[in-house]
């Protein structure tokens, strides 16, 4: 599975559009990009996933790039309890079903 | 209705004790994973099971073996603990091991051995 980068930290008001992006740049064409999120001493949440195309559920957006190698989850209306360490990751649909986790980012919602 | 649930959610113990983790998952998932968060907060994925079948074995050391007696349930079974086997344990599931496919975690349990 293909490796992600991520910066470790970021900030949002509340109310505001949260862009977290990930760069994956080695990802290959049959590997999809899946987002986790790790709210305080709890387990990590799935999010979303999407192979080239943008996707949109209840929670988030995300956004991947044509050439697919970097994309940005989008939180619409961060809110305070949005504040968790968001992780990115680059698996296969073939693999074994474990999910490599990076460091991933800490989204800090402030009021 | 809990999706998947772990028991105990602390456990504090001697070092050298045995001591188990329960999971079980209400989802009628196929597969069943145990994954490790250190105090660093990285956090690897130890065994992974598909139909009562180990799947994964993460280069665990031997003390740790895992048992399915069946698919909905995936125990984690710790001999002689060590102080650095204190970190916190989840259990997750999902629908099947390959395909795309969502993985759900338990709330975690915080094993602390001194």
């Known amino acids: 599975d293909a490796k992600t980068t991520q910066p470790p930290s970021m900030d949002c008001a509340e109310g505001r559009a949260a862009n977290l992006p990930c760069n994956h740049s080695t990802i290959s064409g049959n590997e999809y990009v899946y987002w986790y999120r790790q709210i305080h001493s709890q387990g990590p949440q799935y999010i979303i996933h999407?192979?080239?195309n943008n996707e949109t559920n209840e929670m988030a957006s995300l956004i991947i790039t044509e050439d697919r190698k970097s994309s940005t989850l989008i939180l619409p209306h961060a809110t305070l309890r949005d504040t968790a360490v968001y992780y990115c990751i680059v698996r296969g649909s073939s693999n074994t079903g474990k999910l490599i986790f990076g460091q991933g980012t800490t989204l800090q919602v402030k009021p | 209705d809990t999706a998947v649930s772990q028991t105990p959610k602390y456990l504090v113990t001697q070092m050298g004790n045995d001591k188990s983790i329960k999971c079980e998952q209400n989802?009628?998932?196929?597969?069943m994973y145990w994954y490790k968060q250190d105090s660093k907060k990285f956090l690897k994925i130890m065994f992974s099971y598909n139909n009562k079948e180990l799947i994964i074995n993460e280069t665990v050391p031997n003390r740790f073996s895992p048992k399915s007696p069946d698919k909905a349930h995936l125990n984690l079974h710790i001999n002689s603990l060590e102080l650095g086997d204190s970190a916190v344990y989840f259990c997750a599931s999902s629908q099947s091991q390959g395909g795309v496919t969502e993985a759900f975690f338990g709330q975690g349990t915080r094993l602390t051995v001194v």
């Open positions: 999407g192979l080239k």
């Open positions: 989802l009628g998932h196929d597969t």
